[in-house]
């Protein structure tokens, strides 16, 4: 299970924190990640972290965001600072790993984030 928190409204400058738990038994976590979805557009990445905290940013958030993970939590966050508009979108996190049997890609429910000018 993937439960996200911490979307929301604010204007633009402004900062907004990003946390998404896994849960479950039996499994190891690869790779976690953010992506997002504007209204009428494609799926795109924001930022993916590694177990070994290897980290991947895209261009467009590249000095405004951070993400940062807690192994032990199987938790990923996602610091966004200085947001503008253009950063609203459907935010969904994503898990790639491995139970004993097979792999999984999985996504969370996806969470709301506004910033008004």
């Known amino acids: 299970q993937i439960v996200e928190s911490g979307g929301g409204s604010v204007q633009s400058g402004g900062s907004l924190r990003l946390s998404c738990a896994v849960s479950g038994t039996f499994f190891d976590i690869d790779v976690m990640g953010w992506y997002r979805q504007p209204a009428g557009k494609q799926r795109e990445l924001v930022a993916t972290i590694t177990t070994g905290g290897t980290t991947n940013y895209a261009d467009y958030v590249q000095g405004r965001f951070t993400i940062s993970g807690d192994n032990a939590k199987n938790t990923v966050y996602l610091q966004m600072n200085s947001l503008k508009p253009e950063d609203t979108a459907v935010y969904y996190c994503?898990?790639?790993?491995?139970?004993?049997?097979?792999?999984?890609?999985?996504w969370g429910q996806g969470t709301q984030v506004t910033v008004s000018s």
């Open positions: 994503n898990v790639k790993g491995r139970t004993v049997s097979t792999r999984f890609d999985s």
